[in-house]
Every structure is written in C-alpha cells, then in structure tokens.
C-alpha cells in the first residue's frame, strides 16, 4: 500500500507543480494587419549613379594629371662623360 501512496502523492504534487507554472495574468496578442507583407527595397536613384560615376572621373583625371607635372620639370646639373 505504500508504493500505491507514493504514487498519489507523486502524481498529485506534479499536477500542482504543472498548474503552477502556467499561472499568470493573460498574454494579449496583438495581430497585424498584413504579416507577410515586404518593405520595398531601397533602390539608388539616377542622379546618386551620375553624381558617383562623375566623382570617379574626376578623381581618376587629377590622380593621372598629378604624375607627368612633376616629372616633367627637371633641374639639376648635365653630367657628361670624361
């Protein structure tokens, strides 16, 4: 008869454990309106390509300029052959 109240007594501490653990006030669950609906894409304009494009070219032409104007206004003295 122990083993029978063992049971009882187990089975009834966890029924009370269980109700336990899901006491508390209520969950409100608030809906969405459309959850499978997707934000756009942000997509880059026009005139942001035109203005990066035309910013590289100005970069590419000053760093191709600043290279011969140095090189090209040589002083020193002419070394010749003895």
Known sequence: MKL???MTSAALASMLAASAAYAGSPVVV???DDP???AAAPSMSPGLIAGAIAGTAVLVAVAASG???SSSSTTGTV???R
Do not use: P
């Open 4 to 6: 029978k109240a063992l």
């Open 30 to 32: 608030e809906e969405e």
């Open 36 to 38: 499978y609906a997707l």
């Open 67 to 69: 290279g011969d104007s």
């Open 79 to 81: 070394e010749t052959d």
